[in-house]
């Protein structure tokens, strides 16, 4: 293995996840009798540039010409985005003339608030089934992988862009600095690129595992970020750190020679730097925290199933899928989860094999216990299952360590007492 940013091939192991199937290879119920494949996850990290990335064993094109996450399915997802948007009008002074492309903009979920700020706009989205429901809530959208060629011609026929959005997408590409030529060349000379990606620091220091599968494939710092975008002529001018996803960066670029990096810059490499990730040592904290997730988890599915509690999952993200394969969890500790995605209803779960039905089914069977598996989202999702409460339900959100939220109270600690 080669680092796709620099080509060196010293690379060193960070955290072995073992083998899963991709994280968004939803099962329909003819393919339980089928076999299933697996690829390895192995977080590794180089040791000459320090960018974290995983082998690229599949394609984008495996995971995203069908794809499975559809982003307005997250009340929060959207609220965020609708902010991102008013901020960067003001902040740009974007305005009827102006011209905005989002690469994979999904179903629209951020697009339709620049449509909504009389703001000319474009998606490139390479998934047929959820670029049509950006076509449907009127977002022009053109289907496609972002590549160089794709960007010469969105280029050619629209103009240059004032302001180039990558939220959550820089880590789901292989060819990263093919990807990168491309952002440069959508963007105009003088204009803004805005990227929104897990930060690095929160994986290793807080144990998130989970978000490692296989469609990220790489994983950032400030540092190695600013790096990559370099090899397109990109320099980083201003940093943002966000809640979303555990812990997120908001990265501002322009192209070299444009702006003068804020005070942020410095401040958020110095915050890694004081905690290792400049340097290959401070990455080795990432497997005992990680095994110690598993071991709680575990520990509390185990007793919840020797006291007769019936448990069952809410949501079906592709993060809970390396999370299940990684603790081992299966129908016999974790009954079925659900999801409000109705693509997902009646497939199960890869690897694990978990059904997944409609969140209604949770009001029909009022389960004992509920482990949430998009923890990120605890907020959102305490409050939409406040009315369990009604039956003692239990919410259980197993990241960065196992917490209960919402109805919990004094009943967690009363729940759980069994093999304390």
């Not at 069908?66 to 305005?95: I, N, T």
């Not at 009954?335 to 009001?363: A, L, S």
Request: charged share 20%.
């Amino acid at each position: 293995m080669q680092c796709r940013l620099c080509e060196s091939d010293r690379l060193v192991s960070v955290l072995d996840l073992g083998a899963t199937p991709p994280c968004e290879k939803f099962l329909a119920e003819n393919d339980l009798d089928q076999p299933e494949q697996t690829y390895p996850l192995h977080l590794r990290l180089c040791e000459n540039c320090l960018l974290l990335q995983i082998p690229a064993l599949i394609t984008p094109e495996d995971t995203f010409t069908e794809y499975a996450y559809f982003s307005s399915y997250s009340d929060s997802w959207v609220d965020h985005a609708q902010r991102f948007v008013a901020g960067a009008v003001e902040r740009l002074g974007l305005a009827a003339n102006s011209f905005v492309i989002e690469a994979a903009s999904n179903d629209g979920y951020l697009l339709q608030h620049v449509l909504d700020a009389g703001v000319r706009c474009l998606g490139i989205e390479p998934s047929v089934n959820v670029g049509a429901a950006a076509v449907a809530r009127g977002v022009p959208t053109v289907t496609a992988f972002l590549d160089e060629a794709t960007a010469t011609a969105v280029r050619a026929e629209h103009g240059p862009a004032d302001l180039v959005v990558a939220n959550n997408v820089y880590a789901h590409i292989p060819d990263l600095l093919g990807f990168t030529k491309a952002l440069r060349i959508l963007l105009a000379d003088d204009g803004w690129l805005s990227i929104e990606v897990h930060h690095a620091l929160n994986l290793v220091q807080l144990g998130q595992f989970d978000t490692i599968y296989h469609e990220h494939f790489q994983y950032y710092t400030v540092r190695s970020a600013a790096a990559a975008l370099q090899t397109a002529g990109l320099a980083i001018v201003d940093v943002e750190t966000l809640d979303t996803h555990g812990g997120s960066i908001r990265i501002w670029a322009r192209p070299d020679g444009i702006g003068t990096p804020t005070g942020r810059v410095a401040e958020v490499l110095r915050t890694e730097q004081e905690a290792g990730l400049h340097d290959v040592t401070g990455y080795v904290a990432l497997r005992p925290r990680a095994e110690a997730v598993r071991h709680e988890l575990l520990r509390f599915l185990l007793d919840a199933h020797a006291a007769g509690q019936r448990v069952v999952g809410y949501g079906a993200p592709g993060k809970g899928n390396t999370l299940l394969n990684y603790c081992g969890i299966r129908a016999d500790l974790l009954e079925y989860t659900v999801d409000r995605n109705p693509y997902k209803h009646g497939r199960f779960t890869p690897g694990t094999r978990i059904p997944i039905h409609p969140v209604e089914r949770i009001d029909k069977d009022r389960p004992d216990v509920i482990v949430v598996l998009p923890w990120n989202l605890e907020a959102e999702i305490t409050e939409q299952l406040a009315y369990t409460a009604e039956w003692g339900a239990q919410l259980v959100y197993p990241l960065p360590t196992l917490h209960f939220g919402g109805n919990a109270g004094s009943r967690a600690q009363e729940k759980v007492e069994v093999g304390e």
